[in-house]
Each structure stands twice: as C-alpha cells, then as structure tokens.
C-alpha cells in the first residue's frame, strides 16, 4: 500500500493539528490552571475544525475516491462502499458544527476565545507544513517529506 | 434584470433592515439595548457575509481542482489533498465568524 504525495502531506498536517492543539490546550492549563474552561475551549475549537475536516474529506472522497492501493482506500472502504453517507456529512457539516458550538459555548461554558484559539491550529499545522516543504526545497533533498 | 437594479434592490433592502429597529428603541434611548440590537444585527450580517466569501471561495476551489484533475488525472492524489487543505482552510475562517456571531447572539458581552 502506497499513499500519494498529497495524502502523506495532509496526514502530516492531521498529525500536526492534533500536536498543536494539544500544545495550546496545555500551555492554557498551565498559565490558568483554576480555570479548566479554557483548555476545554482550545479541545473544543480542535474539535470543531475536525468535525469539519471530516465532512469536507468525506464529501471529496464521495465525489473523487481515494487512488487506489493508497492508504486512505484500505483504510476507509467505507467511502467507496457509501458515498451516500459521504455527501450527507459533507452537506450537513454547518449544521453540526453550528450545534456543537453552541453546545459548547452555551452549555458548557467553554472559553470562547480559547476556542478561537483551537479552530486556529490548522492553519497553524499548515504553516509548519509549507516551512516544513520550503526548508525541504532549500536543501534541495523531497525524501525528507516521504 | 441589470446588475444596478438588483444592487438597488438589495440596498434598499439594507437599510429597511437596518433601520427598523432603530425606530422600534425607546424615546428614552437605553443605550445598552441598542448595542445589544445593533450586535445582534451585525452577527447575523457578518454570518452572512463570511458564508458568502466561504462558498465563492470553496466553489472556486473545486471548481480550479475539476478542470485540474480533468487536464491531468495522473495528478488526482495530490490535487485531493490540497483542495481538502484549502478547502479546510477557508471553512477555518467561516468558522471563526461563526464562533464570533455565536458570542454575539448568546452570551451578550454587551449585556443585555
């Protein structure tokens, strides 16, 4: 099973998202540690751009599957099996995540900064990504990023 | 129908919107109320408005990826991955607003 290019760049950018958020939901408890609502809030802005990843992947794996023999094809038959589930999450994406933020918000009183500060980490993880690629492309070596 | 009268239509629109509530407030002028009515309607415009640059973003976006994929289908696994980055990327913005409006509609940093 091989991945392409751009499905081992987006599992490193996954990997870093999580790496992220979880440095910043650490960092949070440290400097207020009597107030664990933040930390939670920076969890669930992570867990807010996730949910919405999610639906935007399964709605392009609906429409174009993953190549086949990649990695994402064996792991997931269950997109090429159901592009029908796909397309739902892809289309009802907004509505989940404009519930999961009020339930966080409003329910659970979670920072609402803090989660500013979640939804944040990807395009955090993308910056290292493209410093990550330029850094490669300086020193002139790609197997760095396979 | 010319691009003018829909762009005069819809300011027409604007601002009965947006000033009927401000002949709705009190002769007193509670000062308060109106930041909590005019926050509220500034959320909702701004909703709007990032879900209105979010979906020209996002169309533009798979529509470049279709024609990309269509010119060259060798290139298909890495296309996918950057059009879900980008498309990640701007729902990442979308969603800030969101976040900002949710503030604005229900915990009310302006009282009220």
Redesign the interface.
């Known amino acids: 099973m091989t991945a ?4 081992r ?2 599992r490193r ?1 996954e990997r870093d998202t999580l790496i992220v958020g979880g440095v910043l939901a650490a960092s949070a408890l440290a400097v207020w540690p009597s107030q664990p609502g933040r930390a939670a809030g920076v969890a669930g ?1 992570v867990l ?2 996730a949910l ?2 999610q639906g ?2 399964a709605g ?1 794996d609906a429409v ?1 599957a ?2 086949a023999g ?1 990695v994402d094809s064996a792991s997931s038959p269950a997109a090429h099996a159901r592009p029908r589930l796909g397309f739902v999450k892809f289309f009802t994406r907004h509505a989940i ?2 519930v999961s ?2 339930v966080m ?2 329910r659970f009183e979670f920072d ?1 900064m803090a ?2 500060a979640g ?2 980490a ?2 955090v993880a ?1 910056s290292i990504e493209s410093v990550r690629i330029m850094r490669a492309r300086s020193s002139g070596s790609h197997s760095r990023l396979s | 129908m010319s691009t003018r009268s829909i762009l005069s239509a819809f300011l027409m629109l604007l601002v009965a919107g947006l000033v009927s509530p401000v002949y709705a407030q009190d002769a007193a002028g509670a000062t308060g109320t109106a930041l909590v009515q005019w926050s509220i309607i500034t959320a909702g415009f701004a909703l709007a408005i990032a879900a209105l640059g979010g979906a020209l973003g996002q169309g533009r976006a798979v529509a470049s990826a279709t024609e990309a994929i269509a010119r060259n289908p060798g290139a298909a696994g890495e296309i996918r991955g950057a059009l879900i980055l980008g498309l990640v990327l701007i729902e990442s913005l979308v969603i800030y607003v969101l976040l900002i409006s949710l503030i604005l509609f229900f915990l009310k940093p302006f009282g009220g």
Do not use: C
């Not at chain 1, 392409?4 to 499905?7: E, F, K, L, Q, V």
């Open positions: 392409s290019p751009g499905d760049q987006l950018i802005g807010l751009i919405s990843y935007i992947r392009v174009w993953p190549p990649s995540l404009a933020a009020y918000m409003a609402p989660m500013l939804v944040t990807p395009a993308a």
